[in-house]
């Protein structure tokens, strides 16, 4: 009889040390699931600071090459922009590098913490580009008046172009009596000589655009011989550059839902 009671007492005995691993597994599951989902996080956020970035770097490769103003230009105002650009293009490849280290941080087990807080600086400065974000800093106050009403789409359009091939990291165009609008990487310019159309929304003379960059390099580049101030004086309008140590982009500008593009691998 006492053996077997003892018979039936050892499964409950055993019972505790067959839950243990179990308990253990479950335990290491619950613990390294966290992680997990922390670093997919951070790495859809660095996928997503990359696709932007390169949508950046294809507008800059796009507004670059369409200066037909530089056919005119002499050979000292073509290698400061020659000079400017390749500054750009290496400041974006640093940039791409930084965040691809940060991915490879993220995908091998990293601190999540640090590597959150880089990709969140760099997610600031790129809604700044695409004008979701407010901006302030150096840069260039551009006045354009147009008596004659001769100002086309295509001389604002070459001002954007131009400022942006010169360095400019966000702008906002202002009209006589409107607010001042965004300039974002898919902005277009419409209408006719004296009444235009940024995005959609009428602007009249006199157009006041205000761009951040290096002040002197976006006064350079308007000033370039057959360039904007040549283009807009061509037109029966006149030009004023300001250049300002401080300034402010204070317009957003609101995001469309991409319909075809996505982050590839």
Known sequence: MADAEKENAQPDESRPDERTPAAARRHEVHGSGGSRRSRLVFGVVVVVLLALLGTAIATQVRTTDAGDALDTASPGDL??????????????????ASLENTLATLGAGGDPAA???????????????????????????????????????????????????????????SGARAPALRVGVDSWVAGSP????????????????????????????????????DHVARSGGRVVVDQSDELHIDSLRELSPRQYARPGN
């Open 194 to 229: 004296g009444a235009l159309e940024l995005d959609g929304d009428p602007i009249s003379a006199p157009y006041t655009v205000v761009a951040l960059g290096d002040p002197p390099t976006l006064a350079a580049a308007m000033n370039i011989p057959g360039g904007v101030v």
């Open 115 to 173: 590597a959150r807080d880089q990709a969140r600086a760099r997610l600031d400065e790129l809604e700044i580009q695409v004008g979701a974000a407010r901006a302030a800093g150096p840069g260039i106050v551009l006045t354009i008046e147009d008596p004659g009403r001769g100002v086309g789409p295509d001389v604002l359009l070459d001002v954007v172009q131009e400022l942006r091939g010169a360095g400019s990291e966000a702008m906002q165009i």
């Open 79 to 96: 290698l400061a922009v020659l000079d400017t650009v390749h500054r750009r293009e290496a400041a974006l490849r640093q940039e791409i």
